[in-house]
């Protein structure tokens, strides 16, 4: 082999290997120095630890929210706040693969995100059923979730859910790369961080939502830990997050009351995702805020909770008549 073949071969694996290793070079270990940091606690279930917090009353009747795809249980701390002032009390969660949980390498796809839902629920005690509020991915879980065991829930809130249709629903050649099982895995590792991340996308809305400077309050920073761009890959490819309409058929063979909000302004989820689920389950609740954006519970939180506390009073879940104490 002549030498001038030897050096583009050697030249050719360095631009294809050094990227690669240097895109993962600086990721910190979620180890317990990593867990320390948690502002809740964890539970062991089958795939790993999950962090989850308690928040409010202990009388009151149970609200589980459930985060979407970047953005850990944080981006519910306006909606939790109100619900908690209005005697509820509220299970917040991580995902595995975001925010304080494990990252366990998996497919992250609908049957794991159900069994992760049904061992939370059940090593924390709460076999009885509850309420769920779900944001964007977390619609498609806890739709998945419903449709699965309607026994299990009492009412289901949709925040500008995923699943009907998105604004883009149909994938660029970049994206159909990325889903490719090599070049793909090579693609994801070099470009997710700002595939997820951008620099011109504004976390304004997120960042303020805490008072510190820690991890909860920056949707980037779990992206310094192992395994978060895995999860995302692993999402990216084996969750269907648009056209479960089969999930809202199912729901509506059952008599779980349903709300979804939308904005008309968001980007990630289309409008017509709306009028969709009114055709496909005739009994549910939409409401529409007119320049409400993906971020609808952050920038419009008090319309969010008047809407959901009216819904919530609605169907009979009413706050305890006396306050217990909070955790």
Excluded at 107 to 123: G, I, K, S
Excluded at 143 to 158: C, G, M, W, Y
Excluded at 189 to 200: L, Q
Excluded at 246 to 260: C, E, K, M, N, W
């Amino acid at each position: 082999m002549r030498k001038s073949t030897i050096l583009i071969y050697i030249v050719v694996t360095a631009i294809v290997v050094v990227p690669y290793i240097a895109a993962g070079w600086s990721e910190l270990p979620v180890d317990e120095n990593f867990r320390k940091q948690a502002p809740g606690e964890f539970v062991q279930i089958t795939n790993g630890k999950i962090h989850y917090r308690w928040l409010g009353s202990q009388s009151g009747e149970i609200i589980v929210l459930i985060h979407g795809v970047s953005v850990p249980q944080y981006v519910f701390s306006q909606t939790a706040a109100a619900l908690i002032d209005s005697g509820y009390r509220v299970l917040l969660f991580d995902h595995f693969g975001h925010g304080y949980s494990d990252r366990p390498i998996a497919e992250y796809d609908a049957d794991f995100f159900d069994q992760q839902m049904v061992e939370v629920l059940n090593a924390l005690g709460l076999h009885e059923p509850v309420n769920l509020g779900a944001l964007s991915m977390g619609g498609v879980i806890a739709a998945d979730f419903t449709a699965r065991h309607p026994e299990r829930v009492k009412t289901l809130t949709l925040f500008a859910p995923a699943g009907l249709r998105l604004v883009n629903d149909s994938d660029s050649a970049l994206v159909s790369l990325m889903k490719a099982p090599v070049i793909g895995n090579w693609l994801w590792r070099i470009v997710a961080r700002d595939f997820y991340f951008p620099e011109d996308d504004d976390n304004t809305a997120v960042e303020d939502i805490v008072s510190d400077e820690s991890m909860q309050g920056v949707p980037e920073r779990q992206a310094e830990y192992e395994g978060y761009l895995m999860a995302q890959r692993q999402i990216f490819r084996n969750l269907q997050l648009s056209h479960r309409d089969d999930l809202l058929r199912t729901i509506a063979a059952t008599s779980v009351p349903v709300l979804g909000i939308f904005g008309d302004a968001d980007e990630t989820i289309s409008i017509e995702s709306a009028a969709l689920l009114a055709d496909l389950i005739p009994r549910a609740r939409v409401e529409i805020i007119s320049g409400g954006t993906h971020h609808l519970n952050i920038h419009r939180w008090s319309e969010v909770r008047d809407l959901m506390l009216s819904f919530l009073r609605n169907n009979g879940v009413i706050r305890p008549s006396a306050e217990g104490p909070t955790e």
